[in-house]
């Protein structure tokens, strides 16, 4: 196609146009896979296609448009910043799914886009945040999140919107947009969060994880004992 495109071997090709025809290409391919795996589930697995634009670029997973949905816990990966989460849940609000996104630019400050924001998620942003900073060294390396801008939506995916006990899933958001990885997919984050310490609450009918969607679940470890009495 790029021959097509571009006869000229010594012409320049864009970036936006080289990276067009690479989406293009890893989506034909992705469909091609699929079918494999739809006809001998045996001998074929679950496949990922990604690329890298330039030596620093993001890695950029590619999903076919009829496989993917903003509002499905898919196989692939999500961009960078984005989390799927869980809330336990608390004395006013039920447990429920929820999709938290976060950008990083150049400034000093966490922003938060819904409008309005809950004073129960607004907390669980402010105890992202402190966390972020305060263990800055150990989760994220030599970038600085102080010199850093966050912006922080949070997507429901239920009837319950207050965005209750999110802190651990806001936090890995806000270390996933600044050092530009995602994290793996099917990954769904369960943990409340304050200044020292982290807890998941009790968990309690409503976490079903979607059926067979969400395959992983990432929780804190002193909170490990009580996924024996999770719901079924």
């Not at 790029?2 to 067009?20: G, R, S, T």
């Not at 950029?60 to 960078?80: G, M, N, R, W």
Request: hydrophobic residues 35%; positive net charge.
């Amino acid at each position: 196609m790029l021959k097509l495109l571009f006869p000229d071997p010594e012409a320049a090709i864009p970036d936006e146009e080289l990276e067009a025809a690479v989406r293009i290409a890893l989506e034909s391919r992705r469909r091609v896979k699929e079918q494999q795996k739809r006809g001998l589930k045996t001998e074929f697995r679950n496949t990922h296609f990604s690329y890298f634009m330039g030596v620093d670029g993001v890695e950029q997973f590619v999903s076919t448009p009829e496989l993917h949905s903003d509002e499905a816990i898919d196989a692939d990966p999500l961009p960078p910043g984005q989390v799927w989460a869980i809330s336990p849940g608390g004395p006013d609000a039920a447990p429920a799914l929820y999709r938290i996104e976060s950008t990083c630019g150049p400034g000093s400050s966490v922003k938060i886009l819904n409008a309005p924001v809950t004073p129960a998620f607004r907390e669980s942003v402010r105890y992202g945040e402190q966390n972020l900073y305060s263990q800055a060294r150990g989760l994220v390396g030599d970038r600085d999140p102080r010199n850093h801008e966050f912006s922080v939506q949070l997507r429901a995916m239920d009837s319950e919107r207050s965005g209750h006990g999110l802190g651990l899933p806001v936090l890995l958001a806000l270390c996933g947009s600044l050092i530009e990885r995602s994290t793996k997919g099917r990954l769904i984050v369960v943990g409340a969060l304050n200044l020292w310490w982290v807890s998941i609450g009790e968990l309690r009918t409503s976490m079903c994880c979607r059926g067979p969607a969400a395959r992983r679940t990432v929780s804190p470890c002193r909170a490990a004992g009580r996924w024996r009495s999770r719901p079924a």
